[in-house]
């Protein structure tokens, strides 16, 4: 039962890792605390799932469609999960024209940035609410045994796809991020948007493929929740107290870092249901912030706050 | 007279929330802290008011039959406590770790007014707060009059305190701290101490609203006290002119018709399982129209005005 916490803590903090890397590298390069993020991911599966929808719709007349076994889904959950990352990079890439490139243009402080993203979280919020309804959504009605892993831990295989995929999309952003000549300009944007442009970076571009893995990886880690629990439109708001959490914790710009911060938000979030009682899950994020801001605040791999 | 004593009962809780911009605009227009947490200091503010002034309740903790007046205290006082906590926690780093901390407190206290049972009452909330003018509650204009005289009353109280306090030297040096940290450090003043101040105010005064707010209603609930409340406080305090108290004030009274005239709307047109949709949209237009309101007229209807010193005469 112990170890049981550790695979839902993991299970769990992956979403949140995910989510954290996108806020973690908005943060650093574009120098604002997005509270968008969580509604980008909520906005991600509702997008997602709509696609589904709309290929299920077309394709009704093949029959349908059986899960890929051993999972729970079948082959239009991933063909969906690239439509609606390509959806929800839009609709970040349109906030931030109307929005933050135009605040940015006028040289707004970053605390406006702040600001105007806390207005645009509650639209965008209340805005699913409008065209979904507050009932939970599902991308799969199958239900999932879970299997044996050794020493008492049991996981479903959507589960430890959903690790699996994880793992190998951390590797994949550190790697361009670490190695290749766009992570260079990403991080010299982070560094100086002035000086960078003065080297002829292309500070837009930059800014724009900010955003795009950034919204990317909030639809992935929209979906993946969706699957592995449920969607709501309050999903994402739920989750953005745990996302700063983990991208303090981690390190802001660090992706190794928002990832084993997720991870650690996660696995004190299952502690705590296991300790206090799945009331006080949300309390766990808090504490771990609280305790960041105390004692380290510029995080595990941070250079300083 | 129907209309009269509902004018009055509109008025006094546009009244209280415009104590809490007032409270805000200390924060933010005097002193540029992004506060993410309102709710979380009104919403405290309101618990600690109720359980020192309700009478004693089997099963719950509290219910210590205090008059309102200590109640009130208590919930300044409260505020004031958890703005030093947050503040001395954040104020040092960079400014948007006080945003992100802000929020944190209230998603906590939030979980503590649903969970803390014994204390708070979980998800049913605190009841029988005792009322201002109670005796008067049978004769619902009187009744509806005298609350919105004390509340109005607290908000001019609050008014002229603060607009003295705006253009005293303390005013001067934290509207420099403000405009220019460095400049106003090599003068000698702490920029981390005025800050500091300035959020321990604003938290008193907010608590203070939601106490004011508690017992006018009577009754408290967890979703009285949601991020929702700190949405409309904001879309008050930037739509009204944030750094301008009188503008904290308009913008109280001005949003606060707009959805309180939005509302009755939807209750009137849209047939009953869609209402819970159609409130939603009044979410997307105050958010919609906060980014607008930033993106157009930053400055809100009533722009800051320099005030230099009560000694000199305003600026031409």
């Not at chain 1, 999972?71 to 609606?84: N, Y």
């Not at chain 2, 210590?64 to 001395?88: E, K």
């Amino acid at each position: 039962m112990t170890l049981q916490i550790l695979v839902n803590g993991l299970v769990a903090g992956t979403t949140i890792g995910l989510g954290a890397i996108g806020l973690s590298l908005t943060y650093s390069i574009l120098r604002f605390a997005n509270f968008t993020q969580g509604d980008l991911i909520a906005w991600g599966a509702y997008l997602t799932l709509a696609v589904a929808g709309a290929i299920g719709g077309l394709l009704a007349g093949l029959g349908p469609a059986g899960p890929l076994a051993p999972f729970s889904f079948g082959w239009t959950l991933p063909v969906a999960l690239l439509g609606g990352m390509a959806l929800t990079v839009l609709l970040a890439l349109g906030l931030d024209a109307v929005l933050f490139a135009r605040l940015r243009a006028r040289g707004a402080d970053a605390i406006i940035l702040v600001m105007a993203g806390f207005g645009a979280s509650m639209a965008l919020r209340a805005g699913l609410e409008f065209i979904f309804t507050s009932a939970p959504a599902y991308f799969t009605r199958e239900l999932q045994i879970a299997r044996p892993l050794g020493a008492g831990m049991r996981a479903t295989p959507d589960q430890l796809l959903v690790l699996g995929l994880t793992a190998a999309l951390v590797v994949a952003l550190h790697l361009l991020v670490t190695r290749t000549a766009t992570g260079r300009a990403m991080r010299a944007v982070g560094e100086s948007p002035a000086l960078a442009a003065v080297y002829g970076l292309d500070v837009a571009g930059v800014v724009r493929i900010t955003w795009v893995i950034g919204a990317s990886l909030a639809c992935v880690a929209g979906t993946m929740s969706g699957l592995l629990v449920q969607i709501r439109p309050t999903m994402g708001f739920d989750l953005l107290l745990p996302l700063f959490a983990a991208t303090i914790l981690g390190g802001i710009g660090s992706i190794p870092g928002a990832m084993i911060g997720g991870l650690v938000i996660g696995l004190s979030e299952s502690l705590a249901v296991q300790v206090l009682g799945a009331e006080w899950r949300a309390a766990a994020a808090f504490v771990v912030l609280v305790v960041v801001l105390l004692v380290r605040p510029s995080g595990l791999f941070g250079r300083g706050a | 007279m129907e209309i009269l004593a509902y004018a009055a009962f509109f008025l006094t809780v546009a009244m209280t929330y415009a104590t809490i911009c007032l409270g805000l605009n200390v924060q933010w227009g005097q002193t540029g802290l992004f506060n993410v947490g309102v709710a979380a200091f009104v919403g405290l503010g309101a618990y600690v008011s109720a359980i020192l002034t309700t009478p004693e309740a089997t099963g719950r903790i509290g219910g210590f039959g205090l008059p309102i007046a200590a109640g009130w205290l208590g919930a300044a006082a409260a505020g004031g406590v958890l703005a030093l906590l947050v503040g001395a926690l954040t104020i040092r780093l960079r400014s948007d770790y006080l945003a992100i901390a802000t929020f944190g407190v209230a998603v906590a206290l939030q979980l503590v007014f649903q969970n803390a049972e014994p204390l708070t009452g979980g998800a049913f909330g605190i009841g029988f707060i005792p009322r201002p003018f109670a005796a008067l509650q049978r004769e619902a204009l009187a009744f509806a009059l005298t609350n919105l005289a004390l509340s109005g009353a607290v908000v001019l109280a609050l008014y002229l305190a603060l607009e003295r306090l705006a253009r005293s030297p303390w005013g001067r040096a934290l509207r420099a701290v403000r405009e220019d940290e460095t400049a106003a450090e090599s003068l000698g003043k702490s920029p981390l101490r005025l800050r500091l101040e300035a959020f321990v105010l604003g938290g008193m005064v907010m608590g203070l609203a939601g106490a004011v707010q508690a017992h006018f209603i009577g009754f408290i609930a967890p979703a009285n006290y949601l991020p929702a409340l700190t949405f409309q406080v904001w879309a008050m305090l930037i739509l009204g002119g944030s750094g301008n108290n009188r503008g904290a004030i308009l913008g109280a009274v001005v949003v606060w018709a707009i959805w309180a005239a939005t509302a009755a709307l939807i209750a009137q047109l849209v047939p009953a399982g869609e209402q819970a949709r159609a409130s939603s949209l009044q979410l997307v237009a105050i958010g919609v129209a906060l980014c607008a309101i930033l993106l157009w007229r930053p400055q809100g209807l009533l722009p800051e005005h320099r005030a230099i010193s009560r000694h000199l005469s305003r600026r031409p």
